[in-house]
């Protein structure tokens, strides 16, 4: 299973920014994002959620959970 975790690059190592449970000598694949390709990213996934929460088919759920 794919699982994305955001990291910096500090003093030449990439650190995470999240904890994780990581076996050692874990292989990851690690993807360099300029400040305009990450704020693209997070609209593009915002979009994305948006369309799965902010419907009118939820307002039902939302209705029983008050119930």
Do not use: H
Not at 18 to 37: I, M, R
């Amino acid at each position: 299973m794919l699982k994305t975790l955001w990291a910096i690059v500090w003093n030449g190592k990439v650190e995470l920014l999240e904890t994780a449970e990581l076996p050692e000598g874990a292989k990851v694949l690690v993807t360099v994002l300029t400040d305009d390709e990450t704020e693209f990213w997070l609209n593009a996934s915002q979009t994305s959620l948006d369309a799965v929460w902010e419907n009118a088919e939820g307002d039902v759920y939302a209705q029983l959970l008050q119930a």
